[in-house]
């Protein structure tokens, strides 16, 4: 069966500083693999998403994810935290391929990221 | 392109009624998937649709059911509610072709009381 890990509940950075949310999965099959955000009380946007092609993935507002199967993490990492990056993280995992579309999801607890002034 | 829309955006039930909830997927798309978000269990996949056939089903009881008409609009259902299925219900839609995204709703607040 599926899973995802999220370790941390919550991630605090400063200003301009790394940001790096973990992120561990299992899957008996090639995964697809997303991150998603969520400010609050609104949906999810993804973030940028792994389907094998490259194992560096880039996403949108600067945050990029690398897919590391010896580890089977995808962590997500942003050089210089913005205040507007602060917001709820999902990992989440699929191996459904139904033409490549995901319908079916399976998300990690969510991580909150706090950025400090 | 109009977004997934969801409605109503807020909804306040009493214990023991029903709730319908709907989604209006993205033009083209045909599938539809829809979650339950809570505090304590997280995001959790309810089931999907694809051309008005249920394709997955996540692991809740039967009060929960659901049905997609031929324009791929989508509507959920909740009988007898619980104080426990008060939640955010986010729904996403995607197409089946190409290595696409789900693009999701900003989701329908059901609080039962």
């Known amino acids: 069966a599926q899973s995802v890990t999220q370790l941390g509940s919550h991630v605090s950075v400063s200003e301009g500083a790394l940001v790096l949310l973990r992120c561990n999965y299992s899957?008996?099959?090639?995964?697809?693999l997303f991150w998603y955000v969520q400010y609050p009380n609104q949906g999810l946007q993804l973030l940028l998403k792994?389907?094998?092609?490259?194992?560096l993935v880039k996403g949108i507002n600067g945050f990029e994810a690398e897919f590391k199967k010896s580890e089977t993490s995808f962590h997500l990492t942003k050089p210089s935290a913005h205040m507007s990056d602060a917001a709820e993280y999902f990992c989440a995992v699929s191996d459904e391929d139904y033409g490549g579309s995901q319908g079916n999801l399976i998300f990690g607890k969510g991580t909150k990221l706090s950025v400090k002034p | 392109k109009a977004g997934v829309t969801q409605t109503p955006r807020y909804l306040i039930k009493t214990r023991g009624q029903q709730v319908t909830l709907s989604c209006s997927p993205i033009s083209g798309h045909r599938s539809v998937s829809w979650y339950q978000q809570t505090p304590g269990q997280g995001l959790q996949f309810l089931f999907e649709y694809f051309s008005e056939t249920q394709r997955n089903k996540g692991n809740f009881p039967g009060r929960f059911s659901g049905r997609q008409f031929s324009n791929s609009r989508s509507e959920m259902n909740v009988s007898t509610l619980e104080l426990g299925d008060s939640a955010l219900y986010l729904c996403?839609?995607?197409?089946?072709?190409?290595?696409?995204?789900?693009?999701f709703g900003q989701g329908t607040r059901l609080t039962v009381v």
């Open positions: 792994y389907t094998s092609a490259a194992t």
């Open positions: 899957s008996s099959v090639p995964p697809y």
């Open positions: 996403a839609s995607s197409s089946p072709t190409g290595n696409t995204e789900a693009f």
